[in-house]
């Protein structure tokens, strides 16, 4: 895309906008309040917004890489914190994507440089399930299971945070782990048991 084109683009958008509200902006300023957090990946074929029919201000959005949420990352868990303590959501969605060149790279025998430590998230969560990815002789299924797995696990990730599991005592904060499918158009919902999983990892990762 050209960038005089983005520009164009942006005008017409803005027309668009006021010709339906004239305060449209103006309202846009005053401030969010998104009930949503989405932690998704930066593809640019997955746009948060437009796959859920969104509006601005109505999700908070965080994107990387197959959709990670490393527990050293401190741009993924500085979202997090601020989307729960400060926006107060009422849900966090991780939401993966079938065909995701990030977890199709991490299963390749390749050194790519600064992405090694990246996707060495991705293997950690293959070694985990290798057993039964393993099992799966189709390749393109065997991504498809993966791309499942590490959205539970990235989920996972987040229910571990102490923000997330004060903000789940408090008011009742829902975790949800979502498959965007390139090939449909639809979104797949995971229905991730949250709560017993929260039960199940407390022991260990309990905090306060």
Partial sequence: MKMKQIFANNRCWIAQKLQLDSDYFDKLSQGQNPDLLYIGCSDSRVTAEELMGAEPGEVFVHRNIANLV??????????????????QVKHIVVCGHYGCGGVQAAMQHTDLGLLNPWLRNIRDVYRKHHHELDAISDENQRYKILVERNVR???IHVLKTATVQKAFSAYGLAVHGWVFDLHTGRLIDLEIPYKTILDEIRKIYRIG
């Fill in 153 to 155: 696990e990235q989920c």
């Fill in 70 to 87: 490393p527990n050293n990352d401190l741009s993924a868990l500085s979202v997090i914190q601020y989307a729960v303590e400060v926006l």
